[in-house]
């Protein structure tokens, strides 16, 4: 009767999941995910841009204010994981 309602319970949570929950967790995980992708996105974008900087002179100025935007980017995302686990009690 046990390993029934186990049976169940998983595949009630499957449904509950759908395919994109099966892909990027559920309502606890997911957010936490995409905070994670947001931070190796905007350490990317940062990086081109320093390789950008640095081979195109003449918009040096351009790629700087695109690296400090890409470094806030990866700030916010950062301050959003460590304030979500913070705030768990």
């Given at each position: ?10 595949a ?13 967790g ?16 905007g ?47």
């Amino acid at each position: 009767m046990l390993k029934e309602k186990h049976r169940h319970d998983e595949a009630n949570a499957d449904r509950e999941l759908g395919r994109l929950g099966k892909m990027f967790g559920g309502e606890k995980n997911a957010p936490t995910f995409f905070a994670g992708v947001a931070v190796v996105a905007g350490l990317a974008m940062a990086i081109v841009s320093m390789v950008l900087a640095g081979t195109l002179e003449e918009n040096v100025a351009f790629w700087s204010t695109q690296i400090e935007r890409a470094f806030a980017f990866v700030s916010a995302a950062l301050g959003f994981l460590f304030g979500r686990s913070s705030n768990k009690q």
